[in-house]
């Protein structure tokens, strides 16, 4: 019998789709995406109650070296169990999800591995109510495990129906942004201002040249805006440094109102601002996340925002001086998206979730992790700042960042990882719990957050379990300069007994 537990990632699949040199081998092969295919058609079945012959599925891609290829298998699959596939082309994920909760679509597949490298691909899937739970996939993945050996490889050199997704998602987008503005269909609501967008080669070149230019923005100067799935410029990551510099670099070079960079399947999304002094600043991370709930608080009144579990304590007294509840939970953007909907459901205003890596999920969005509804939101604010004069970065003026922050990613050098990360949590918990200078944040949701007084490194530090690797990430920040390395070191003394740590990581930061 196939297996094909190991594609799971959480609520999306992803492995190794082509092979290269030095390499994983490749376990998401055209047969596989076959299985998986026939596969979701008999799980949507199911959920829908329709027949196979009434379903309609689209599938998108991001521009990656196996899509195509992949998005042609997965149909194939769909067609064998008797529903009707359509091929999208160049997609964003968002625009995945939209084709079926605004549009005809009963299901949809976005083929993607976010910013994995290139040889990597994988699928995220959607219904008309939104993106799929991890326990929906272990399901589609069991199912995908039953199809017939005997199907063979997946003809994929025929004719597919072709869809266009990306057309009405970007109209819906100007839309939005006119409907906030108040401006009439044939606005230009930007122009006189220069907005570049760096897509990283991935798929969100469509929003400088579909969106942005017309509604009257000079785009000149943007990056990368043509796929190519060899990324040969830069990961296609708001988190990754080198991505954020080069958008950062170019607001200066051209003097921009606004940069903008998405993640390749633009569910994701950075941006830059001028600051007035010939430099810029990066809106990631906690920066995003306060601008986001400065823009929602002045809109919606006091709200509960969800994040992850690495944010600054710079960020939670911010969102607290707006007289809003910061709400700290686990990593994983559909953990923040979840618990701002169960959050809703207990009668809290929890109506944004946003994760430091850049997922960003509204209510009035159905709760899509959409990185380019979160710069729509952004671009709104900043048409109206330039009205009154005033930069939208005078919104988060107040924010008090961290002078210093590391993370150290601590391999666990054993294959039963499970208790040895359990015991580090516990021994982390017992050691720091009764020593003077530090203390335990409680109604913490994920791994261990110790608090450090000013004498012992004045800042915090987050150790916990990866999501799906043998990993204890560990995450220190500091508001005094040296006070990372305090506290690294003090880390480091209470692990140094297991063995089973690989704690280079954090001997490196602790120098």
């Known amino acids: 019998m196939k297996d094909y537990t190991s594609l799971q990632n959480g609520s999306d699949v992803r492995g190794t789709a082509l092979e ?10 055209l047969e596989a995406a076959r299985d998986i295919g ?43 169990f008797g529903a009707a596939a359509e091929i999208a082309g160049l997609a964003s994920t968002p625009a995945m999800f939209m084709c079926c909760a605004e ?18 691909n994988g699928a995220k899937f959607f219904t008309k109510r939104s993106g799929l739970e991890k326990a929906d996939v272990k399901k589609i993945l069991a199912y995908a495990a039953e199809v017939p050996d005997d199907m063979g490889v997946p003809d994929i050199g025929g004719e597919f129906v072709s869809c266009d997704v990306m057309t009405p ?17 044939d606005a230009k609501p930007f122009s006189g201002m220069r907005i570049i967008v760096d897509a990283g080669n991935g798929a969100g070149g469509f929003f400088a040249a579909r969106l942005l230019s017309p509604l009257g923005a000079d785009t000149a100067g943007s990056l990368y805006l043509e796929p190519d799935g060899h990324f040969p410029n830069h990961q296609p990551n708001p988190e990754n440094a080198e991505a954020m510099a080069s958008i950062t670099n170019a607001v200066i070079e051209t003097g921009a109102d606004m940069g903008i960079i998405f993640d390749t399947d633009v569910d994701r999304a950075g941006a830059v601002l001028p600051d007035g002094k010939g430099s810029a600043v990066a809106l990631d991370r906690n920066r995003l996340i306060a601008l986001m709930t400065a823009i929602l608080r002045d809109q919606y009144g006091p709200i509960t925002v969800v994040t992850d579990s690495i944010t600054s304590t710079g960020l939670a007294e911010f969102i607290e001086g707006l007289g809003c509840r910061h709400h700290r939970f686990k990593r994983g ?16 205003n929890a109506i944004f ?23 729509v939101k952004l671009l709104v604010e900043l048409v109206r700042s330039k009205a009154e004069g005033r930069s939208p970065l005078d919104l988060i003026a107040s924010l008090r960042e961290p002078a210093e922050s590391a993370e150290a990613r601590l391999p666990v050098l054993c294959p039963d990882f499970g208790p040895v990360t359990e015991k580090v949590l516990e021994t982390v918990t017992e050691y720091f719990g009764s020593r003077e200078g530090f203390s335990i944040v409680p109604n913490n949701y994920e791994g261990v957050r110790v608090n450090a007084d000013k004498a012992h490194g004045d800042g915090w530090f987050l ?33 140094k007994s297991f063995g089973e740590l690989d ?3 954090l001997e490196k930061t602790a120098e």
């Open 20 to 29: 290269v040199e030095g390499g994983k081998p490749v376990n998401l092969s």
């Open 38 to 80: 026939f596969a979701f058609a008999r799980w949507l079945s199911e959920q829908t109650g329709k027949p196979a012959n009434e379903l309609r599925v689209a599938i998108g891609r991001d521009s990656r070296l196996t899509g195509p290829s992949l998005a042609k298998a997965l149909a194939a699959g769909l067609i064998a």
């Open 103 to 120: 549009g005809v679509y009963d299901g949809g597949i976005m083929v993607t591995a976010s910013h994995l490298p290139f040889e990597r």
């Open 169 to 185: 998602y970007i109209e819906g987008l100007k839309g939005k942004i006119l409907a906030a503005l108040s401006l009439p269909c």
């Open 333 to 348: 953007y559909r953990n923040v998206i979840n618990e701002a909907i169960r959050l809703m459901g207990e009668g809290e």
């Open 353 to 375: 979730a946003m994760e430091t890596s850049g997922h960003g999920a509204l209510r009035e969005n159905y709760f899509l992790d959409d990185g380019a509804y979160v710069i």
């Open 463 to 495: 150790i916990r379990r990866s999501l799906h690797d043998p990993l204890m990430p560990t995450n220190i920040e500091s508001d005094a300069e040296g006070g990372v390395r305090l506290i690294a070191a003090s880390l480091l003394e209470c692990l």
């Open 503 to 505: 704690l280079t990581p």
